[in-house]
């Protein structure tokens, strides 16, 4: 559903209209909602219909740099056919002479990395609550033969309802692509795994791996592998070696050290994590409120 576009500036109020000219969408450009490496996302409102989006500008400069990880079309072609309530939906995209535009579903709350950094660390009832709506997003990934590669709490959008949604499959790739080109990374991932530092490639338990650099993360309020150089932090990956913390439940360390295996194949598919004690047998809330983006709940039982 590619379109070409045209930016229009109405010389009274000064806001920015842009308008994909094959389909005659009319956009209004709204604030910036954050920077990323490879371009800006702003607030985008339809102008007939109303509906929010969260849209990714690309330079077409930008988008030919060799650091470009995959490259837009394959993070297009990726993102386009997921539709999934724990995947930030990708609608469509359309270009002008500057941009690419990438027209994906707003998330009002924006990350879990911007609650952790207010709230320092989150509650094992929040964690659950999060991690099964994680959980439920990498399924559909992983179902489809998608391996996100860049799992992080930057790339947990949270939309309106406190809604978990996995974002920016720009680093994504399916297992046939991972088979044929073992051992290549384009860009870097926030959490290596032991395998993709020791070059043998991607799999679906990279994935799990990040998963349990996440929920150390949400926990603890640091990821596991702090060190003081990246020689040292490499080194302690490859080793497996990371403080396990004990201000958390047994449940909890046990699940952080499963997901952390050294070796992939020790580490648990999605069905096993689905099933285990921590996310079973602790209380996790249906909803929750968005005051706890700053405030820490206090669940009463
Ligand atoms: P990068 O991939 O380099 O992290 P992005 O372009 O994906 O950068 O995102 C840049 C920033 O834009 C994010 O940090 C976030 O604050 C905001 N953003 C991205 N996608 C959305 C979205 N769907 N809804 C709301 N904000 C978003």
Not at 5 to 26: A, E, H, P, V, W
Not at 115 to 128: A, M, S
Request: hydrophobic share 35%; aromatic share 12%.
């Amino acid at each position: 559903m590619e379109s070409t576009g045209s930016q229009y500036r109405d010389g009274q109020n000064l806001s920015f209209y842009i308008q994909d000219t094959k389909s005659g969408r009319m956009y209004r450009r709204g604030k910036l909602l954050g920077k990323g490496a490879f371009g800006r996302c702003y607030k985008f409102t339809d102008a007939s219909s109303r509906q929010v989006f969260a849209v990714k500008m690309i330079s077409h400069t930008r988008k030919i740099h060799k650091f470009y990880r995959g490259g837009v079309e394959n993070e297009i072609e990726l993102h386009c056919n997921l539709k999934h309530k724990n995947i930030v939906r990708f609608y469509h995209h359309f270009e002008d002479q500057k941009y690419m535009y990438m027209v994906l579903e707003y998330c009002r709350h924006k990350s879990l990395a911007h609650i952790l950094r207010v709230r320092k660390l989150l509650t094992e009832p929040e964690v659950r609550y999060y991690m099964k709506q994680i959980l439920q997003g990498i399924l559909c990934l992983h179902q489809q033969g998608i391996i996100h590669r860049d799992l992080k709490l930057s790339n947990f959008f949270i939309a309106k309802n406190m809604i978990v949604k996995i974002g920016d499959l720009g680093l994504a790739t399916t297992v046939e692509q991972c088979e044929k080109l073992p051992g290549v990374i384009c860009g870097t991932p926030n959490y290596l795994s032991p395998e993709v530092l020791a070059k043998s490639g991607h799999s679906f338990k990279s994935d799990i791996w990040a998963l349990g650099c996440i929920m150390y993360t949400m926990l603890t309020g640091y990821s596991p592998f702090r060190a003081r150089s990246q020689k040292e932090m490499y080194y302690f990956i490859r080793e497996g070696f990371f403080p396990v913390p004990t201000f958390i439940s047994l449940s909890a360390r046990r699940l952080i050290i499963s997901l952390l295996a050294s070796c992939p194949d020790n580490r648990p598919c999605l069905e096993e994590i689905f099933a285990n004690d921590f996310l079973t047998k602790g209380f996790t809330p249906e909803r929750l409120s968005s005051t706890m983006c700053h405030t820490a709940p206090n669940f009463t039982f």
